[in-house]
Protein backbone atom coordinates (compact mmCIF):
# COMPACT_ATOMS: atom_id res chain seq x y z
CA UNK A 1 0.00 0.00 0.00
CA UNK A 2 3.05 2.89 0.75
CA UNK A 3 5.02 3.63 -1.81
CA UNK A 4 8.69 4.09 -0.90
CA UNK A 5 8.35 7.72 -0.74
CA UNK A 6 5.33 7.47 2.04
CA UNK A 7 7.24 4.58 3.60
CA UNK A 8 10.48 6.16 3.93
CA UNK A 9 9.02 9.24 5.71
CA UNK A 10 7.26 6.81 8.00
CA UNK A 11 10.78 5.18 8.94
CA UNK A 12 12.80 7.75 9.45
CA UNK A 13 10.47 10.64 11.07
CA UNK A 14 8.45 10.78 14.57
CA UNK A 15 4.44 9.91 14.37
CA UNK A 16 1.45 11.83 15.24
CA UNK A 17 -1.03 9.85 15.97
CA UNK A 18 -4.72 11.11 16.59
CA UNK A 19 -7.83 9.93 17.93
CA UNK A 20 -10.92 11.13 19.16
CA UNK A 21 -13.94 10.30 21.53
CA UNK A 22 -16.79 12.07 23.04
CA UNK A 23 -15.82 14.81 20.95
CA UNK A 24 -12.41 14.68 22.79
CA UNK A 25 -9.70 14.94 20.37
CA UNK A 26 -6.38 13.58 21.59
CA UNK A 27 -2.65 13.98 19.43
CA UNK A 28 0.39 12.03 20.76
CA UNK A 29 3.87 11.57 19.58
CA UNK A 30 5.61 8.07 19.55
CA UNK A 31 8.80 7.10 18.73
CA UNK A 32 8.47 3.03 19.24
CA UNK A 33 6.82 2.59 15.75
CA UNK A 34 7.65 0.39 12.33
CA UNK A 35 5.99 -0.25 9.44
CA UNK A 36 5.44 -4.31 8.65
CA UNK A 37 6.59 -5.94 5.54
CA UNK A 38 2.69 -6.80 4.85
CA UNK A 39 1.48 -2.65 4.87
CA UNK A 40 0.32 -2.43 8.91
CA UNK A 41 2.19 0.16 11.07
CA UNK A 42 2.57 -0.91 14.69
CA UNK A 43 3.20 1.40 17.59
CA UNK A 44 4.34 -0.09 21.09
CA UNK A 45 2.53 1.14 23.97
CA UNK A 46 4.30 3.05 25.99
CA UNK A 47 2.14 5.71 27.23
CA UNK A 48 -1.26 5.38 25.16
CA UNK A 49 -3.58 5.42 28.04
CA UNK A 50 -6.39 8.10 26.29
CA UNK A 51 -5.65 6.61 22.90
CA UNK A 52 -6.30 2.78 24.01
CA UNK A 53 -9.86 4.50 25.49
CA UNK A 54 -10.24 6.26 22.72
CA UNK A 55 -9.89 3.41 19.69
CA UNK A 56 -11.85 1.34 22.27
CA UNK A 57 -14.80 3.60 21.88
CA UNK A 58 -14.39 4.60 18.26
CA UNK A 59 -14.57 1.30 16.34
CA UNK A 60 -10.71 1.83 16.12
CA UNK A 61 -10.19 4.97 14.32
CA UNK A 62 -7.07 6.78 14.30
CA UNK A 63 -5.24 9.00 12.17
CA UNK A 64 -1.31 9.22 12.17
CA UNK A 65 0.96 12.00 10.58
CA UNK A 66 4.41 11.88 9.94
CA UNK A 67 6.74 14.44 7.70
CA UNK A 68 10.21 15.28 7.25
CA UNK A 69 10.57 18.73 8.75
CA UNK A 70 13.36 19.51 6.44
CA UNK A 71 11.38 18.75 3.00
CA UNK A 72 8.29 19.19 4.45
CA UNK A 73 7.42 15.79 2.57
CA UNK A 74 4.47 14.67 5.13
CA UNK A 75 1.35 12.28 4.86
CA UNK A 76 -1.43 11.42 6.81
CA UNK A 77 -2.60 7.94 7.13
CA UNK A 78 -6.13 7.00 8.26
CA UNK A 79 -6.99 3.21 9.48
CA UNK A 80 -7.87 0.91 12.38
CA UNK A 81 -6.20 0.15 14.80
CA UNK A 82 -6.74 -2.84 17.23
CA UNK A 83 -4.40 -3.53 20.21
CA UNK A 84 -2.41 -6.58 21.06
CA UNK A 85 -0.63 -7.53 24.51
CA UNK A 86 1.32 -10.72 23.24
CA UNK A 87 2.84 -12.02 20.27
CA UNK A 88 6.64 -11.12 18.34
CA UNK A 89 5.67 -7.51 17.74
CA UNK A 90 4.68 -6.84 21.49
CA UNK A 91 8.29 -8.67 22.19
CA UNK A 92 10.35 -6.56 20.14
CA UNK A 93 8.40 -3.16 21.69
CA UNK A 94 9.23 -4.38 25.12
CA UNK A 95 12.75 -5.34 24.73
CA UNK A 96 13.12 -1.96 23.12
CA UNK A 97 11.53 0.07 25.80
CA UNK A 98 13.38 -2.01 28.63
CA UNK A 99 16.98 -1.05 27.08
CA UNK A 100 16.18 2.70 25.93
CA UNK A 101 14.26 3.21 29.73
CA UNK A 102 16.90 1.09 31.57
CA UNK A 103 14.41 -1.20 32.17
CA UNK A 104 12.33 1.62 34.35
CA UNK A 105 9.50 1.24 31.83
CA UNK A 106 8.17 -1.30 29.37
CA UNK A 107 6.12 -1.79 26.39
CA UNK A 108 2.28 -3.48 27.98
CA UNK A 109 1.26 -4.13 24.20
CA UNK A 110 1.30 -2.86 20.83
CA UNK A 111 -1.46 -1.04 18.45
CA UNK A 112 -1.50 -2.55 14.99
CA UNK A 113 -3.23 -0.42 12.59
CA UNK A 114 -4.71 -0.98 9.43
CA UNK A 115 -4.19 1.60 6.75
CA UNK A 116 -7.18 2.68 4.58
CA UNK A 117 -6.37 6.08 3.22
CA UNK A 118 -3.01 7.77 2.64
CA UNK A 119 -3.24 11.56 2.08
CA UNK A 120 -0.52 13.97 0.91
CA UNK A 121 0.12 16.58 3.69
CA UNK A 122 2.98 18.07 1.93
CA UNK A 123 2.45 21.32 0.77
CA UNK A 124 2.22 22.18 -3.02
CA UNK A 125 0.34 21.12 -6.02
CA UNK A 126 -0.32 17.21 -4.72
CA UNK A 127 -1.17 18.72 -1.19
CA UNK A 128 -4.69 16.78 0.54
CA UNK A 129 -4.48 14.45 -2.91
CA UNK A 130 -5.80 10.52 -1.68
CA UNK A 131 -2.80 8.00 -2.90
Known amino acids: MFN ?12 DVATCSDG ?10 DVTEDGKLVIGDVFLETTLKNIQSNNGKVAISAYDAKSLEGYQIKGIAAYVT ?3 VVDTFKAMV ?6 AATAKGALIITPEKIIVSTPGVDNKKVL
Do not use: D
Not at 4 to 15: F, S
Open 98 to 103: EKMFNG
Open 4 to 15: ENVKKVLTENMW
Open 24 to 33: EPNVVPVAFK
Open 86 to 88: EGE
